[in-house]
């Protein structure tokens, strides 16, 4: 069985919050040592380019520890910022790619 951890941001990831947001984030990652990390942004209603920058970071820093990132519950938003920027695949879970 994977072993499995959650992330889910409690609030928006902008420019304001990504520093905090990654920490905790890297924490998590070091702590648990997971082969699966779910990210879900079901709670996070507004993502600006930093936020994306984040994403990305963390799928990087997933790779780096031999884990793979599950993006969970993308917004409309989201989606459609990652898509103007052409990084939309940074967005595909792990397993699709």
């Known amino acids: ?19 905090a947001q990654r920490a905790q984030f ?5 702590k648990e040592q997971s ?11 507004l993502c600006d380019s930093a936020g994306l920058a984040f994403l ?3 799928r990087r820093m997933c790779h780096s520890q031999n884990s793979n990132l599950v993006i969970e519950h993308a917004s409309v938003d989201l989606l459609a910022l990652a898509k103007l920027y052409g990084i939309e695949k940074i967005l595909d879970n792990d397993e699709e790619q």
Do not use: W
């Open 56 to 58: 990305i970071d963390a």
């Open 26 to 30: 890297a924490a998590l990652l070091a």
């Open 1 to 19: 069985m994977t072993k499995q951890s959650y992330f889910k941001p409690s609030q928006n990831l902008t420019f304001a919050t990504v520093t």
């Open 35 to 45: 082969l699966r990390i779910h990210c879900d942004l079901t709670d996070v209603q």
